[in-house]
């Protein structure tokens, strides 16, 4: 009995720790797990930008058709929305709306920002 308990404590002592080849094979688990992760988190954050410019493009329609009705007519520039009122600021979010989109003077629809 002695001495199968120590041949299995000389064991233990002899086979402590990890191999190398055990140690690496973690590492390239953990980066691919990383990987998968960053690549999902960065999804999620296009679509949040895409979400606020299509509300500020809602705003802002909203406030041309506020607009036309007080004015009979479509404003030509966002900066006429925000004088006479019908915003409280050009928006300035992620479209970018106030600089790079066009009110139609005709139909007033709103051509978003190459960023939408």
């Given at each position: 009995m002695q001495?199968?308990?120590a041949r299995l404590r000389a064991a233990r002592r002899d086979n402590s720790g990890f191999?190398?080849?055990?140690l690496l094979i973690?590492?390239?688990?953990l980066g691919v797990l990383a990987a998968v992760v960053v690549f999902s988190?960065?999804?999620i954050t296009?679509?949040?930008e895409e979400a606020a410019c299509q509300t500020e493009i809602r705003t802002v329609e909203t406030a041309v058709?506020?607009?036309y009705?007080?004015?009979n007519g479509y404003p030509a520039t966002v900066g006429d929305l925000v004088a006479g009122g019908f915003l409280r600021t050009a928006p300035t979010g992620p479209s970018n709306i106030a600089g790079a989109s066009t009110i139609n003077a005709t139909t007033g629809?709103?051509?978003p920002a190459p960023a939408c």
């Open positions: 001495n199968t308990l191999t190398l080849i055990e973690v590492i390239i688990i988190v960065r999804g296009d679509n949040g058709e506020a607009f009705a007080e004015n629809a709103i051509t």
